[in-house]
């Protein structure tokens, strides 16, 4: 039995048990999201004058863009593409620096050499223009990452197993990919990070820590909130100072102590952790121009509106915890020692 869900049980039902209380609507946790396909963004491909493709003499290009364009080459994941996308900017970046180079040191103005030059340069244009939304497919279209934000069965405990410094990595070189990219003019990607490419996409769909952190959020808000309601009006009614009720009182209070704060509050502790360490991440990807819209406002939206409910729904309960402790004159020292 996974511990959040266990941990919110037992409290509900020791909880109800003593007020004498019923609670209806159990939790229900799903997360809509858009659709896969409704995210990718139509890339054009560059139109290459065969003549002119097939005339080049000074740039390995044409092989690579060849072996893509095989039966079997053209059958690419979103990881592929993106891979051979940045190859490509890379070989194109490598002939426009070494036939410049020879033009630049040739005594002889070589005129098939200077349109060669031109012809790459266009091509290398057209490619680094359109690496931002290859790296936007990379993001959307990939099932691992896809998987690793939004389908989940499991939820997070709290402890030293939840795997929050993965989650942090694995975002962060995703993001790095187009940061690179922007401050390098051309946006030369080295292959040593692509080739890193591969296993963190896999650590993403291993861990799928982003979609157990808002599934656990959403679970303890409803979990919560569904006692909120019945505690506005048992912990009120509770006669705490009747003699007929003291051994209630001292099961109630033990109730509150064992299963919520010392079982419940410090799996809400790890999860203020996770959204401030998480929180720059996501905010990077709600900000950022290269992802498609209804993408990045439905992580960042998500992000914000959950943790904003739970936030208030723990709020709520321990209020109704203080009211009920102060007028029954419990300090809240004797709870915790």
């Not at 080049?56 to 080459?73: E, S």
């Not at 942090?168 to 030369?188: E, M």
Request: aromatic share 10%; proline share 5%; glycine share 2%.
């Amino acid at each position: 039995m996974q511990k959040l869900p266990s941990a919110l049980n037992l409290y509900e039902e020791r909880l109800t048990n003593v007020l004498g209380i019923e609670v209806e609507n159990k939790a229900s946790v799903s997360m809509p999201f858009p659709n896969r396909t409704s995210l990718a963004i139509d890339i054009p491909e560059i139109d290459m004058n065969l003549r002119e493709f097939y005339g080049l003499n000074a740039c390995p290009i044409k092989h690579l863009i060849a072996q893509r364009n095989t039966a079997l080459g053209k059958i690419h994941l979103p990881s592929q593409r993106f891979i051979y996308e940045v190859e490509v900017i890379n070989t194109l970046s490598q002939c426009v620096n070494s036939l410049g180079q020879r033009i630049d040191e040739s005594d002889n103005i070589n005129s098939s050499e200077l349109k060669e030059l031109t012809l790459i340069q266009t091509w290398l244009l057209a490619k680094q223009t359109s690496y931002p939304f290859n790296w936007a497919n990379l993001i959307t279209q990939s099932e691992e990452a896809y998987l690793a934000l939004n389908q989940t069965d499991g939820f997070l405990n709290g402890s030293n197993e939840d795997p929050i410094s993965l989650a942090i990595i694995d975002l962060r070189y995703f993001l790095s990919l187009n940061q690179q990219a922007n401050r390098q003019h051309p946006p030369v990607v080295l292959m040593d990070d692509v080739q890193a490419l591969e296993s963190h996409l896999q650590s993403m769909q291993n861990h799928r820590f982003y979609a157990k952190f808002w599934r656990s959020l959403m679970l303890t808000e409803q979990s919560i909130s569904r006692l909120n309601l019945v505690l506005d009006n048992a912990l009120p009614a509770f006669q705490c100072h009747s003699s007929s009720k003291k051994q209630d009182f001292d099961i109630l209070r033990n109730v509150f102590t064992k299963f919520f704060i010392q079982g419940i509050q410090p799996i809400a502790s790890a999860f203020n952790n996770y959204q401030y360490k998480l929180s720059p991440l996501i905010d990077e990807i709600g900000q950022h121009p290269d992802l498609p819209y209804d993408f990045k406002s439905h992580i960042s939206q998500r992000h914000r509106s959950l943790f904003a409910s739970y936030t208030q729904a723990m709020s709520t309960h321990i209020q109704h915890w203080q009211r009920f402790f102060a007028r029954c004159a419990v300090s809240p020292k004797s709870l915790v020692s």
